[in-house]
Structure formats: structure tokens, C-alpha cells
């Protein structure tokens, strides 16, 4: 699988493994391009590629392409295109691996929304649900930009004035979902 010829890649893009396409490319091995898939995404209005387009690419190991495109990111995990695509390919899975790849390997352009997420979720496997106040703070540490909790601030205090969000105590919670966590890692997807 080669690259595609995508002018400058950034240094993360050029570090992508070879293969980083490779699962892929077995979901979706089959796509016969009929575009059901674009005509179901209620989100492919936003996308920079349309879900066929993207399929295709991901055929064409347009990885650098890929990966610097809103699309995959955009997904909201419906499943629409998957009930309806004609060769019954994993399609949203195949979404979801995308969006895996490009958080495991830190690509800058999805980093913000990564790191959002897997605050959002250390927080729910502390405490069993999200602590917003306490998950935000960590979310905030974990981007070093120290002018990021300032676009927040009107709407945590919006949410506060609203009974949405408390101030908290850190805390390391008390586990309840660490074993449902730990045997969805151990699936290794
Ligand atoms: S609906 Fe399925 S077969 Fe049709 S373009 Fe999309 S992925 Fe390919
Ligand atoms: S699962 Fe994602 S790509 Fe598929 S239709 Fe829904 S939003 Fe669009």
C-alpha cells in the first residue's frame, strides 16, 4: 500500500505505519461505489469527503488525504449508512477505526477532540457517570493551553447557574466500571 501524493504530509502523517489502512481496507474491500452510504450520513453535508469518496480513498491508500479530512471525525456513529449499505459492510466500524488510528498516533489535527474524549471517559470509569467540572480541569491540563478554559468559561458558568455542573474535590472515584473497561481493552480491537 503506498501513500498518497499529498505535498506536505507533517512529520506524523510521514511516521503513519504503512499499513495504518490496512483494517480498512478489509471492511470495506467490497464498496461497489453506489453511494447509499453518502445519500443515508445525516452529517455528510459537514464532511469534507462524502462516506463513498472516503471509502474509495481508503481503497486507494490515500492515507495522508485521510488523515487530514473532517470526515471520519464527523461520524456520529448512527449506523444508517451500515443498515443500509447493499454489501452489508461494517461500515461505522470502520469510522470508529479510523478515529482510533488517528488517536493512537497523536495526528495533530484530531488531537483536541481526542484528548476531550478520553478525559470524558477516564472520568465515567472513576466515577460511573462524567464529573463535568472535574473532567474539564483534567482536559485543560492535559492541552497545556492556558487560553482554553476561558472559551468555557460562559458556558460552565451558564451550567452552574443551572444546577448542570458543581464544583468538585478531585477524586479517584470508587472503580465501578473499571472491570467493564478493562474487558473491552482486553478485546483489542
Ligand atoms: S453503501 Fe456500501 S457499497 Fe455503496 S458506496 Fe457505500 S460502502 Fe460502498
Ligand atoms: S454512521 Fe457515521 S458515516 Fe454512517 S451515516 Fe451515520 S454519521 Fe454518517
Redesign the pocket.
Known amino acids: 500500500m503506498s501513500h498518497d501524493a499529498t505535498e506536505h504530509p507533517s512529520p506524523a502523517l510521514q511516521k503513519l505505519p504503512e499499513d495504518a489502512l490496512a483494517p480498512v481496507q478489509e471492511m470495506?474491500r467490497a464498496?461497489?461505489?453506489?453511494?447509499?452510504?453518502?445519500a443515508s450520513c445525516p452529517n455528510a453535508f459537514a464532511m469534507d469527503h462524502t462516506?463513498?469518496k472516503l471509502?474509495r480513498m481508503v481503497l486507494m491508500g490515500q492515507s495522508a488525504a485521510i488523515f487530514q479530512s473532517r470526515t471520519f471525525y464527523l461520524c456520529s456513529t448512527c449506523y444508517f449508512?451500515t443498515l443500509?449499505?447493499?454489501?452489508g459492510?461494517p461500515?461505522t466500524e470502520a469510522m470508529d477505526a479510523l478515529k482510533a488510528t488517528a488517536g493512537r498516533e497523536n495526528l495533530k489535527p484530531y488531537r483536541r477532540s481526542s484528548r476531550f474524549y478520553k478525559q470524558f471517559l477516564n472520568s465515567v470509569r472513576r466515577h460511573g457517570r462524567v464529573r463535568e467540572v472535574e473532567f474539564m480541569t483534567h482536559y485543560f491540563m492535559e492541552m497545556k493551553d492556558p487560553r482554553l478554559p476561558f472559551s468555557y468559561a460562559s458556558l460552565g458558568l451558564k451550567l452552574m447557574g443551572k444546577g448542570k455542573a458543581a464544583l468538585q474535590l478531585p477524586s479517584k472515584g470508587e472503580g465501578k466500571l473499571e472491570g467493564l473497561f478493562q474487558a473491552v481493552e482486553d478485546q483489542k480491537f
Open positions: 470495506v464498496c461497489i461505489q453506489c453511494g447509499t452510504c453518502t462516506p463513498r471509502w449508512c443500509r449499505c447493499p454489501r459492510l461500515l
